[in-house]
C-alpha cells in the first residue's frame, strides 16, 4: 500500500524559508496529478500549488512568487519550496498524489511562522 510520507515542516521566522518534501513509500504506478495544500487554524483547507503530467504549474495568488513546486518522477517524491514566508502562511500543509484509481494523502506537516 502507497504511503505519503511528509517532512520540512517546523517553525520559521517571517521573511525565511523552508523546503517542504514528500515522498511515496511504495510504488505509483502512473501519477497525473500532485498538488500541496494548507489548512490554516479556524479555516478550510486550500490548494495552494499544483503540478500537471506535463509539467505545468499553478499557485494561488497568495503564494505566488514565494512559493514553488516541484517533483523527481525517480524518487516518486514532490516538493514545495517556501520563500519569504509570512505569519498568515502559518497552517498545516497536506501533500497529494494521485494515480488512475486511487487518490493519496500525506498526513499533514505543521509549518509555523512567527518572530
Known amino acids: 500500500q502507497v504511503q505519503l510520507v511528509e517532512s520540512g515542516g517546523g517553525l520559521v521566522q517571517p521573511g525565511g524559508s523552508l523546503r517542504l518534501s514528500c515522498a511515496a513509500s511504495g510504488s505509483i504506478f502512473r501519477v497525473y496529478v500532485m498538488g500541496w495544500y494548507r489548512q490554516a487554524p479556524g479555516k478550510q483547507r486550500e490548494l495552494v500549488a499544483s503540478i500537471t503530467t506535463g509539467g505545468t504549474t499553478n499557485y494561488v495568488d497568495s503564494v505566488k512568487g514565494r512559493f514553488a513546486i516541484s517533483r523527481d518522477r525517480a524518487k516518486n517524491t514532490m516538493y514545495l519550496q517556501m520563500n519569504s514566508l509570512k505569519p498568515e502562511d502559518t497552517a498545516v500543509y497536506y501533500c497529494?498524489?494521485?494515480?488512475?484509481?486511487?487518490?493519496?494523502w500525506g498526513e499533514g506537516a505543521l509549518v509555523t511562522v512567527s518572530p
Open positions: 497529494k498524489m494521485a494515480e488512475p484509481g486511487m487518490t493519496y
